[in-house]
């Protein structure tokens, strides 16, 4: 499968612990961006990196949040001392900036539960 | 602020109808508009998409309508099938920036 991959798809974990979360992109894509999806929501921007350079961040990335590009291929989304209101379906996409196309291709998403 | 938003929240038609699906965007300086489709437990799915400077793209059974006077975005699914069930979302994305997602609808296919 070639396409975006997120792990784990499902996390359970008590208020006040960290989780992580990883992506990879497809292959030759340059920018990788992190999304969060509350129930019955749309999906809400949280960060994007081009390459390893992270060039935005959402006002909900709040300080407990961080996210890293160390070698601009996967990505790492960090939740420290997690609240529950960080119970979210958590996507990571991919695009291109070298083609014509602004498709962004998201991966299957990780589940998070905090309990 | 800039919102993208949709009209009806849910959406039930009989296989074999079209569906019509509606959204409103506030931002009259986007040029760039997608539907996703995002069925449960996966990612969103890219179905189609359209610029400003065109009013209407057409793709395989679906086919996307863009009325900036308006500043409204339809999709419209025809011949609607039980594999079409799904939420879908409308989306402005300007170039190579992050995709601004409205509320989504959910629709139903009723065998």
């Known amino acids: 499968d070639t396409g975006v991959s997120q792990d784990p798809r499902h996390k359970i974990t008590k208020r006040g612990q960290n989780v992580t979360f990883r992506c990879d992109p497809i292959?030759?894509?340059?920018?990788l961006y992190w999304y969060r999806q509350t129930l019955g929501q749309g999906p809400e921007f949280l960060t994007y990196?081009?390459?390893?350079?992270?060039?935005?961040k959402s006002r909900l990335l709040s300080d407990r949040f961080s996210a890293e590009r160390p070698k601009g291929s996967f990505s790492t989304l960090e939740i420290q001392r997690t609240e529950q209101g960080d119970s979210a379906m958590y996507l990571c996409?991919?695009?291109?900036?070298?083609?014509?196309?602004?498709?962004?291709?998201f991966g299957p998403g990780t589940r998070l539960t905090v309990l | 602020g800039e919102s993208v938003g949709l009209h009806l929240p849910t959406l039930s038609v009989q296989e074999g109808d079209n569906s019509i699906i509606n959204c409103a965007y506030s931002?009259?300086?986007?040029?760039?508009f997608i539907w996703y489709k995002q069925e449960s437990g996966k990612g969103p799915q890219f179905i189609i998409d359209?610029?400003?400077?065109?009013d209407k793209r057409q793709g395989q059974r679906v086919t996307v309508l863009l009325n900036k006077t308006v500043k409204h975005l339809s999709l419209q699914i025809a011949a609607t099938q039980p594999g079409d069930s799904a939420v879908y979302f409308c989306a402005e994305i300007p170039l190579y920036d992050k995709v601004i997602f409205g509320p989504g609808t959910s629709l139903s296919v009723i065998p």
């Open positions: 996409a991919s695009s291109t900036t070298s083609g014509s196309s602004d498709e962004q291709f």
């Open positions: 931002n009259s300086a986007s040029d760039y």
């Open positions: 990196f081009q390459n390893e350079a992270q060039l935005e």
């Open positions: 359209i610029r400003s400077n065109m």
């Open positions: 292959s030759e894509h340059n920018r």
